[in-house]
């Protein structure tokens, strides 16, 4: 606000973490432009319909009315109203007559989850057009990054070190800061694992280990397998999720869980296994349904145990009591986990923590991974090298592993047969914590993270998980009794788990030492040991990691 006030810029990019007000901020920016007669009226432009009516009624308790149900097409509206709500695709159908609206007063435009308006070129064409002649403009968003390279209207873009630009945020509050302000929750990611079976068009079974480096194709239908509510998988952890509530229940009474699905027939599957494991029915959200809008209000405002949405509940509706998570959607691009992991990170009392269930994929485990790390919007790649021939094939290969389905045909010819739950292990903190080899679902190892009290500072939760796993440890080794004299052999996996485990824990460590973000160490390590990401990456790649950040230590203690 201060920075606003002092610089009274025409368009500002103000980029902060879920939770943390920018509904608050733009609407204290609405009043204090309104008052000093600066604009006469604002219009805000929101994502879904939803949001509008947030918006509104968040609105009309700071004294400003504005109208929900505006078209563009409408002309005008009552004047009881300072201003109107939209959304992107309603500017899009219409932007002349927003523009008609935007010129006749001076108008405050306030652009929510402005990067909205580059998903397809006539929203972010429309958004140009009908708001370049505002008196001024103030653009949010929680997740200032995009998959694609569409630019995103009035937003600055520079180049950055590389030289490939970047969107500039005029003010930013990270994940990281708004942590240590106790502004957000922490988030526990509980990963599980575990084999999968299907078919193939051609009559093939295939099994495959959910985790387990794979190639995009046989990754996702090994993803579409666990999420089949059909298989003993979704059952399995949507009952780990609901002890995990329960725990939480004790000391936050109105704690809620939301179970984020790919579809509607998935959500109401997920629905009945949940009024199964809890007994009691869970609210079910569908975006295209009438009363989505007011079952998210009314679910928001009791105390009931379940919410699953398809993606209605994707970002920026403000449901505080959510508190566990379960991401059950094919969807996994950087910005939709971001969005949805928001959803549980808004802090209400100090020591709340979000618990957030994750099928284990490697891509999926790299986002939780990197939570604090701070991402921008960038543009396109920067060719060094005029004579680089490789550069064009190399960007289609870079879009194609974007992607995040699998093709055409094998989503044709996909028939889940099959599916069976391990707790693999816990992420936090950009740590991880677990027990050597397979954890049964309903075991007590997975009780040992299941369990874990609900309101723990955020140091208190890293002791326990440390205690918890080493105590563990202790007694399985007292349970096999004395080393034998020869070496038993390690299986693959439970190797690459020890190394992981042991890389995330230095890695952690160098944070609370230096301040450094866990991705900007994790990637420094990969820059100077070569390798692909940790997830991925082979035993003798993981050891060269935790070797060179031991002498970084070292450096730094001496």
């Known amino acids: 606000m201060e920075q606003y006030l002092r610089t009274q810029p025409r368009d500002f990019l103000a980029v902060a973490t879920p939770g943390a007000g920018k509904t608050t901020f733009a609407l204290t920016v609405a009043a204090e ?45 009552s004047q009881d109203y300072v201003g109107v709500a ?11 007559a927003m523009r008609i609206r935007t010129e006749r007063f001076k108008t405050l435009v306030i652009l929510d989850e402005v990067h909205h308006a580059g998903d397809a070129l006539s929203w972010g064409e429309g958004v140009r057009e009908a708001f370049e002649p505002a008196t001024r403009r103030l653009a949010l968003t929680g997740t200032p990054f995009r998959s694609d390279v569409n630019p995103i209207p009035f937003v600055t873009y520079a180049p950055g070190d590389d030289g490939v630009p970047r969107s500039v945020a005029d003010f930013t509050y990270g994940y990281a800061h708004a942590l240590a302000d106790h502004v957000v929750r922490p988030v526990l990611f509980l990963a599980y694992s575990g084999e999968m079976q299907w078919r193939t068009r ?46 939480v229940r004790r000391h936050v009474p109105d704690a809620g869980g939301l179970v984020i699905a790919s579809d509607q027939d998935s959500a109401r599957a997920y629905a009945k296994l949940l009024k199964q494991v809890s007994g009691e029915p869970a609210t079910v959200v569908l975006s295209d349904e009438k009363l989505a809008s007011k079952r998210i209000s009314e679910f928001s405002a009791n105390d009931k145990r379940w919410m699953v949405a398809v993606r209605m509940v994707s970002e920026g509706v403000d449901v505080p009591r959510l508190a566990v998570g379960v991401y059950a959607t094919t969807t996994s691009t950087p910005l939709f986990f971001a969005q949805a992991v928001g959803r549980f990170v808004r802090a209400r009392t100090r020591g709340e923590t979000a618990s957030v269930f994750l099928p284990s994929v490697p891509s999926l485990l790299g986002f939780a991974s990197e939570m604090e790390v701070e991402r921008d919007h960038v543009l396109g790649r920067r060719i060094a090298d ?3 021939i490789f550069a064009a094939e190399q960007d289609l290969l870079a879009q194609a592993n974007a992607g995040e389905s699998a093709s055409a045909e094998l989503e044709m010819s996909f028939e ?74 390690v299986t693959t996996h439970e190797q690459l788990a020890v190394l992981r485990r042991e890389l995330n824990g230095l890695v952690a460590a160098w944070h609370h030492r230096t301040g450094q973000a866990h991705g900007i160490t994790h990637a420094a390590l990969r820059k100077e040991c070569g390798g692909p990401a940790a997830a991925v990456a082979t035993a003798d790649q993981l050891a060269a990691r935790i070797d060179r950040i031991r002498e970084w230590a070292l450096r730094r203690s001496s």
Do not use: C
């Open 386 to 388: 005029e004579d680089d």
């Open 202 to 247: 051609a009559g093939d079974e295939v099994a495959a280990r959910l985790g387990e480096p794979l190639t995009k194709d046989l990754t996702a239908q090994a993803l579409r397998t666990a999420l089949d509510p059909g298989g003993s998988w979704m059952p399995s952890v949507l009952a780990a999720a609901d002890k995990r509530l329960s725990e």
């Open 416 to 489: 889940a047969l099959g599916s069976e739950a391990r707790f693999d292990r816990v992420l936090y903190d950009g740590g991880e914590f677990g027990h050597a080899g397979e954890v049964h679902v309903g075991s007590e190892e997975e009780m040992d993270f299941l369990g874990i009290p609900g309101l723990l500072e955020p140091d208190q939760m890293r002791e326990l998980l440390h205690h918890r796993q080493s105590e563990r440890a202790r007694k399985q080794k007292a349970a096999r009794g004395p080393e034998p004299d020869t070496v038993a052999e």
């Open 33 to 77: 432009l309104l008052e000093r007669r600066i604009v006469d009226r604002v219009t805000i432009v929101a994502p879904t319909e939803h949001l509008k009516s947030q918006w509104a009624e968040a609105a009309a308790r700071a004294g400003m009315p504005i109208d929900p149900t505006y078209a563009a097409g409408k002309g005008k509206t």
């Open 86 to 96: 939209v959304t992107y695709a309603g500017v899009a159908v219409n932007p002349l």
